[in-house]
């Protein structure tokens, strides 16, 4: 069972749920005149393939069905969370299929597609100033709960454990069965949830994997993801033990490696094109390696912002 079994065994009562993650992983070959870097060869696992539209489905579900199990979210609470827009559609979608009402924080200039979604599937969303940063969306959805601490179930998904150990138990154990010879991983930190625990699981295995994150300057910034400068927020969930290095991307460059991916046919979002920038700087720095990454979501959730010109 990819789960806990207790989590495994609610999850299958639920045909739709089975759907998340057992997601494939593939090869990708950049244009040789984008990229040198000798031996190395990058793959990236396609979590916008899960019926949410990213990797958000694998922690938002193992998080809200151990809350149900632990009796913390009855039927009479409101799922609440701050979000980009990713594990909102997570939370709006799930909720759905199990019955609850779900309310959800998220910057005003999340893209328009995040929130199209997010209303088909009946979520409430409360806006916060995009100028103010993301900061701002968990600062506010913090204010709501205390203003209402009975009608909230506050998820908390920058502080609950079981945000990295969805990816501990399930995506890492699906990276290393899908590529036993990988050397290097590439993420980032929106939470911290996905690189927390799939490095943990992957140090776990094989000591000698690196573990590498990027950052990035805060503005034009990465929907989905948040700078390590000082003065940001940093996640509970993330455990910078696991990262071997941290390396700084430009987000025009990651806008322009989405855009050469979509000549070559794979359309991503932003952050798999920051991810896969990552992973091409550490390719061209090793010249050798088998480099895994994850594709976040796909691009069709940017339409509506400058990423596609």
């Known amino acids: 069972m990819p789960y806990a079994q207790e989590i495994q065994e609610f999850i299958n009562r639920y045909p739709g749920l089975m759907a998340i993650g057992n997601t494939p992983l593939a090869r990708i070959d950049l ?3 984008f990229a040198d ?3 190395a060869k990058i793959y990236a696992k396609y979590e916008h393939l899960n019926p949410g539209g990213s990797i958000k489905d694998r922690p938002v579900l193992r998080m809200l069905v151990k809350a149900i199990l632990d009796g913390d979210l009855t039927p009479d609470r409101t799922i609440l969370d701050a979000t980009s827009g ?3 559609i997570a939370y709006a979608m799930i909720g759905a299929v199990l019955g609850y009402k779900v309310e959800l924080v998220m910057p005003e200039n999340a893209s328009e597609e995040r929130k199209k979604r997010l209303l088909a599937h009946g979520a409430n969303l409360i806006f916060t100033d995009a100028q103010k940063g993301y900061d701002e969306a968990l600062y506010e959805v913090k204010r709501l709960y205390q ?4 009608k909230y179930f506050y998820c908390d998904q920058y502080s609950n454990a079981n945000n990295p150990q969805a990816h501990y138990e399930t995506t890492a154990v699906e990276i290393l069965n899908q590529a036993p010879f990988i050397t290097h991983f590439v993420g980032g930190v929106g939470t911290g949830g996905t690189i927390s625990g799939i490095g943990k699981k992957l140090k776990e295995t094989n000591s000698q994997i690196k573990v590498i994150c990027i950052d990035f ?3 034009p910034g990465v929907e989905g993801l948040k700078p390590l400068s000082e003065g940001h927020i940093i996640p509970n969930t993330f ?3 696991v990262v071997d290095k941290v390396i700084t991307i430009d987000v025009l460059d990651a806008y322009e490696v989405s855009n050469k991916m979509a000549g070559q046919g794979l359309f991503v979002g932003q952050s798999s094109g920051a991810y896969i920038l990552g992973a091409k700087m550490i390719a061209e ?10 594709f976040n979501d796909i691009g069709e959730r940017y339409f509506s ?3 596609w010109g």
């Open 217 to 219: 300057e805060e503005w």
């Open 147 to 150: 203003a209402e601490p009975d």
């Open 31 to 33: 244009p040789k005149e």
């Open 239 to 241: 455990d910078k033990s």
């Open 37 to 39: 870097f000798g031996d």
């Open 86 to 88: 990713n594990a909102g």
């Open 285 to 294: 720095e090793t010249k050798s390696g088998h480099i895994v990454t994850i």
């Open 305 to 307: 912002t400058s990423m």
